[in-house]
């Protein structure tokens, strides 16, 4: 694991995650950002997934973006839902899932995958309690197969990665 402060759409990895809403049809923040990069190709992809559950994710291609694959997952809005932990959690276990399936169905020894911090903009988490959350759940998750990389948009959240994963 590793964690660097940059701009996602630009990474030449083979999966992204989009910290994405219920709609998967492009927001604000890094989910719009996702979709402005990727093209027009990208929503109408979105469009026949019919939306996603909080905590839950699904996988389209890339198109115009550097990377293979993106996979949307749907955080949890901090003050709104009931169990806000555990879907943020499973933002990270179901994306994690799903790019080792990628990673098996294309016979591949290792991918990379990176993550936005999710929630963390206008759904409102704590960004402390996020990473935690987010390195914590890596760690239970990982197999040697997958390389994770966190892609901080700002220096504060960069600085809180950067302590966690020293731990």
Do not use: W
Not at 2 to 19: F, P, R
Not at 73 to 82: A, D, F, K, M
């Amino acid at each position: 694991m590793e964690v660097i402060n940059g701009d996602i759409t630009k990474l030449d990895v083979d999966i992204i995650v989009n910290a994405a809403n219920n709609t998967l049809l492009g927001g604000g923040g890094v989910d719009g950002a996702i979709h402005r990069a990727s093209g027009p190709k990208l929503l109408e992809e979105c469009k026949t997934l019919h939306g996603c559950e909080t905590g839950e994710s699904k996988m389209t291609n890339a198109y115009n973006l550097p990377c293979n694959k993106i996979i949307h997952t749907v955080g949890p809005i901090y003050h709104y839902e009931n169990d806000a932990a555990s879907l943020l959690k499973s933002c990270y276990k179901t994306s994690y899932l799903l790019a080792e399936q990628y990673r098996k169905e294309n016979k591949l020894d290792n991918i990379t995958i990176a993550y936005p911090c999710i929630s963390t903009g206008v759904y409102g988490y704590p960004k402390d309690e996020a990473c935690m959350i987010a390195v914590n759940t890596i760690k239970e998750l990982d197999n040697n197969h997958i390389n994770v990389i966190f892609v901080c948009f700002d220096e504060e959240s960069y600085t809180l990665y950067k302590k966690e994963l020293e731990k």
